[in-house]
């Protein structure tokens, strides 16, 4: 009966959740279909749910209000031989599930790409970025999708290898940083490592003086520069440097600091020299010498700086 109402199903990796009400009204299956899986279409919609449950408001969905305390079940399932494996059976009140999705959206928050039109990265979404666009199964590791939204479901910690699925993607294309993927690094270390002040990390955090999140940032700099001097260069630094700087900073920096050297040498203008330096030298004087090797959590951190230093560089350019 449940896997026949197609329009209330989703499909996560081989994982099949079916959700219900306890009381069988339609309208909390719709509700959690747009909270779980956002489209571009219901952005307006998503965002009054949050907002309302963040004040404690109540909710009208097609003219229904809802109950917050009414019971939800959500059940994942997945093939097994000629049988059904229950990946995950999850059942609470039904604004504790919303209030638990809302701040699982507010810990994956952060600056996007100007073009980027997606406000909300739902799960199906977020195990996209775990995978290798070039191979010929797309599909995510076994049992993720599950435990991805078993934690935003619970509000507990995600899964370890939604991280190290994520890290590997972005070491395996030379440090290509989605806003996607740069959202899971920021939820997944707030969630599970505690990173403090996660509302500061939205956009840049020019306050805090953590040596991997301050040498990513550096890493983008140093990028910039060679761009600024070598206009349409094929490839940078980072194809050939981001994953032994992210991983072990204290062996190459002094290598990118010798080529930054040659690179400011090509400028026309000694503002642009003068510019460059001055912030690599306020970087530099927030942590003193390099890291010599950084740990999965701060590697994360090294990514997160990188990415949103860029996003600043971008932004920049389309204000001038």
């Not at 959690?32 to 956002?38: D, K, S, V």
């Not at 349409?232 to 194809?239: E, P, R, S, W, Y």
């Not at 032994?244 to 920096?253: E, V």
């Not at 949103?308 to 932004?315: A, D, I, L, T, W």
Request: net charge positive; proline share 3%.
């Amino acid at each position: 009966t449940l896997l026949s109402q197609r329009k209330y199903i989703f499909q996560l990796g081989d994982t099949t959740v079916v959700f219900w009400a306890e009381s069988g009204e339609e309208t909390y299956q719709k509700t959690l279909c747009w909270c779980a899986e956002p489209s571009i279409d219901n952005v307006e919609t998503i965002r009054g749910i949050f907002e309302n449950i963040t004040q404690n408001k109540s909710i009208k969905i097609d003219g229904i209000e809802l109950d917050y305390n009414q019971k939800f079940y959500i059940l994942g399932l997945a093939p097994n031989a000629a049988r059904l494996s229950v990946r995950f059976f999850y059942q609470n009140s039904f604004g504790k599930i919303l209030e638990n999705i809302a701040a699982h959206y507010s810990r994956m928050e952060i600056a996007k790409p100007s073009w980027e039109n997606r406000e909300f990265l739902g799960v199906n979404g977020i195990l996209w970025e775990t995978i290798n666009q070039k191979s010929k199964d797309k599909k995510p590791v076994p049992n993720m999708a599950a435990a991805v939204l078993s934690a935003i479901l619970s509000n507990s910690r995600y899964p370890g290898n939604l991280y190290t699925n994520t890290l590997i993607r972005i070491r395996a294309e030379q440090g290509k940083i989605t806003w996607g993927r740069a959202s899971i690094v920021k939820a997944y270390l707030i969630q599970n490592f505690n990173m403090e002040k996660g509302e500061d990390f939205v956009g840049l955090n020019e306050e805090t003086n953590d040596a991997a999140y301050v040498t990513g940032r550096i890493f983008s700099v140093l990028e910039a520069i060679q761009e600024d001097a070598n206009p349409g260069l094929n490839a940078t630094i980072k194809d050939r440097y981001f994953n032994s700087a992210c991983a072990t900073p204290g062996s190459i920096f002094p290598i990118l600091m010798k080529l930054k050297n040659s690179h400011i040498r090509k400028f026309n203008s000694p503002g642009k020299k003068i510019y460059y330096e001055k912030i690599l030298t306020e970087l530099m004087g927030k942590i003193g010498d390099f890291p010599k090797r950084l740990t999965l959590e701060e590697q994360g951190r090294f990514m997160l700086g990188y990415y949103h230093q860029v996003q600043k560089r971008y932004e920049k350019k389309e204000e001038e």
